[in-house]
């Protein structure tokens, strides 16, 4: 069982940035391919961003390419997403993930992670 906590999200305005964390009680994430999503309410959650287990490969969802930036950190532990140029588009709840597997290929689809943070609301609002 990988539990993931998610920290770093808050009230920002237009412009800003932002820097999410994801870290796991107890035990490592460097074997683990991770994303990152967002649910905003009445929506489906998305796909964001997910890197490789090395840190190596990343992919991004068009709506964030060139703001956000997924990168890890596997000496210390921590996933994080820098969020630059935040847009009230991005208002929601944002989650990290990681699947059942060690060393998987990267993935945008979340029916495809199995480990899920409570998630942490980033609020970009004037």
């Known amino acids: 069982q990988v539990q993931l906590v998610e920290s770093g999200g808050g009230l920002v305005q237009p412009g800003d940035s932002l820097r999410l964390s994801c870290a796991a009680a107890?035990?490592?994430?460097?074997?683990?391919?991770m994303g990152w999503f967002r649910q905003a309410p009445g929506k489906e959650r998305e796909f964001v961003a997910t890197?490789?287990?090395?840190?190596?490969?990343?992919s991004y969802a068009d709506s964030v390419k060139g703001r956000f930036t997924i990168s890890r950190d596997n000496a210390k532990h921590p996933v994080y997403l820098h969020m630059n140029s935040l847009q009230p588009e991005d208002t929601s709840v944002y989650y990290c993930?990681?699947?059942?597997?060690?060393?998987?290929?990267?993935?945008?689809?979340?029916?495809?992670?199995?480990?899920w943070g409570q998630g942490t609301q980033v609020t970009v609002s004037s």
């Open positions: 993930a990681a699947p059942l597997r060690h060393f998987g290929p990267l993935s945008m689809n979340k029916y495809e992670y199995d480990y």
């Open positions: 107890g035990r490592t994430l460097s074997n683990y391919v």
């Open positions: 890197i490789s287990w090395a840190g190596v490969r990343t």
